[in-house]
């Protein structure tokens, strides 16, 4: 079964600084990997995803995240740390539900960014 | 336009009370989901609903009754709510035919709260 652990429940950072938030996985198959943001009282909003192809992905709000199939790893980066990054991240990973298909999450990690 | 929309935002209401959330997607997706955020902001897939054909149900009691009158509506009903029904239930939605490249669409959640 398909599954992702994120190391930290909590990140924090100072404006400005790298933001650096990580997701390990657990597939039997080749995975397609998600990040989400969840702002306060809002829904999830994709930040990017892997699917195929080029291991750098980028997204938006300028986060990217690395695929490292050798380290079973899709860790989230972001160089300069902004005070509206603050918000609940998740990794996810596809698998399928039945003839459907479905995303598994992560705890999330949450990020506080000090002025 | 919202893409995915649910009703009502906030919900609280008695133990013991049935009560139902409504979701509309205008993405012309196919396949849509009930996901259930508890209090430590994990997120868990409770229903997946394809062409209005329940195909996920993921050991939810049997109080949740989703219904699905179209493939642009999947609505959840709650029975006999009880106080560890508490939580923020997401709806979303996806394109069936992406396969495991999908990438759900979320609700803003609506924040149930049983007293």
């Known amino acids: 079964a398909q599954s992702v652990t994120q190391l930290g429940s909590h990140v924090s950072v100072s404006e400005g600084a790298l933001v650096l938030l990580r997701c390990n996985y657990s597939s039997s198959v080749p995975p397609y990997l998600f990040w989400y943001v969840q702002y306060p009282n809002q829904g999830l909003q994709l930040l990017l995803k892997?699917?195929?192809?080029?291991?750098l992905v980028k997204g938006i709000n300028g986060f990217e995240a690395e695929f490292k199939k050798s380290e079973t790893s899709f860790h989230l980066t972001k160089p300069s740390a902004h005070m509206s990054d603050a918000a609940e991240y998740f990794c996810a990973v596809s698998a399928r539900g039945g003839s459907n298909y479905k995303l598994t999450f992560g705890k999330g990690t949450l990020l506080t960014v000090n002025p | 336009d919202t893409a995915v929309s649910q009703t009502p935002k906030y919900l609280v209401t008695q133990m013991g009370n049935d009560k139902s959330i409504k979701c509309e997607q205008n993405?012309?997706?196919?396949?849509m989901y009930w996901y259930k955020q508890d209090s430590k902001k994990f997120l868990k897939i409770m229903f997946s609903?394809?062409?209005?054909?329940?195909?996920i149900n993921e050991t939810v009691p049997n109080r949740f009754s989703p219904k699905s009158p179209d493939k642009a509506h999947l609505n959840l009903h709650i029975n006999s709510l009880e106080l560890g029904d508490s939580a923020v239930y997401f709806c979303?939605?996806?394109?069936?035919?992406?396969?495991?490249?999908?990438?759900?669409?979320f609700g803003q959640g609506t924040r149930l709260t049983v007293v």
């Open positions: 892997y699917t195929t192809g080029a291991t």
């Open positions: 979303a939605s996806s394109l069936k035919g992406e396969g495991l490249r999908t990438e759900a669409f």
């Open positions: 609903y394809n062409n209005k054909e329940l195909i």
């Open positions: 993405l012309g997706h196919d396949t």
